[in-house]
């Protein structure tokens, strides 16, 4: 009787809390339940347009405040910032990326869900693996959010320009050797608007050391013992990978990102708030058909899609060409296949990642509510309805993104590396050592250094590094 009574007058404003304590019974939510969810997200508009108009139709007499975040991003710490706004205003729900997630699953602040996903029978086996396994590895080995889209890399390719030049068209699951070999068969052409190059890094990249870490990564290697707290760049396995690259950048085969990757460009704002495709120089080339490859996550595939070729990116980007001149788009096929592979374990990639994490607040009060709107945002009518229409890849398998003509297969195929997830770098050093790696790839790149001598810098500063981030 007297659950029955409880189910009957709960109310979400209610002095007893639900779910302060991580796997606590949360019960259910009544339809007619009154009171009010706060839920952190970028802005108030962007949330109603896309989960808090429809949630409010399946509990009319619930009112949702939204606690804007837009402010934390442009912090000068925006994870510390993020956390104090947590602790001011004390939001139910928190919408989350997945260092944000991390840094306050690190805290304690997070509701665990296990418990609660079991007690509803709410499906994790339609979820594509690797998000689960992502969200656990980020949430110190629990699960203490669910995130309804992931973000996915595969290697563009232009196929007009492979069938001009009878260049073999990439597959899936190629190796990173076999990639660079194929970016090596096309002519260069390094200046004017007819250059070419074989291969351009991704948007995302924004150094000339990206694709030396996703090459190694591919390999399962790490330049850094965290449990000897030492680095181990100077290696003959990292000294291989180094030298291909270093071959491809010199020749021209592969494009040395514009300015270490911070080249004039536009940023496009996607669903969501905080999911953007960075339009940069080494964007541009291969979408104006001067580059054979490119790696690219799902939003590359957007601008590609939009009116039949590029009109539309290129309103976007008008003044961004030669001389303020608008660049040229489209006029080519093209596809995709997995990102490259190592053959030893040619199913895995380092190239899956979460922007749009949903949690509880372990401190909440209103974790019925709370969970409902999870189930709805992480749900399969709402997956249903936006998965194969938007920019983002549904965590759905079986709404997957779908684009006719395309191997859209490919950003779905790998799952992520297990290595990867038990890697820990301090705060700040993966940044620094990039920019470190990077100065050195361009001496030896002009010919300043050897590659030996360039190494053992690397080693020896970047030790230094390592050793001021304090490495626990």
Known sequence: MLAAA??????????????????????????DAEGTLKVMYFDEQAFQQQYGNAFQVMFPNLAIEVVPFRSVMNAEDPLTELENLVNEQQPDVLYLTEDEYAWLASKGMLYDLEAIVKQDGFQLDDFHPSVVELLKARGG????????????????YNKTLFETYGVPQPTDRMSWEDVLQLAARFPVKKDGSDALYGLATSAEAGDLFELVRKIGAAKGLSYVDTDAGTLTIDSPEWKAIFQAVIEGYKSGAVAIPDNGGSGPGVRMQMVGGRNAFQITPDTMKFMQGQAAMAIGSQFLMEMLQMESGGRAAQRVVSGEGPEGSPPRLGGFDWDVVTLPVDPIQPDVTDGIGLDSIFAINA??????AAWEFLKYANGEQLAKTSGKSGPQLSSRIAYKKEVEGKNVDAFYALGINDQLLLERLPDGFAASFAGLASEQILNVVNGAVSLDDALQTLQNRGQDLLTQAGLE
Request: aromatic share 6%.
């Open 141 to 156: 080995g629990k699960l203490l959010g669910l995130s309804p889209t992931f973000s996915s890399q595969a290697l563009y």
């Open 6 to 31: 409880l189910a009957m007058t709960i109310s979400l404003t209610a002095c007893m809390p639900f779910g302060g304590k991580s796997g606590q019974q949360a019960g259910k939510l009544d339809r």
């Open 363 to 368: 401190a909440s009060r209103n974790v019925p």
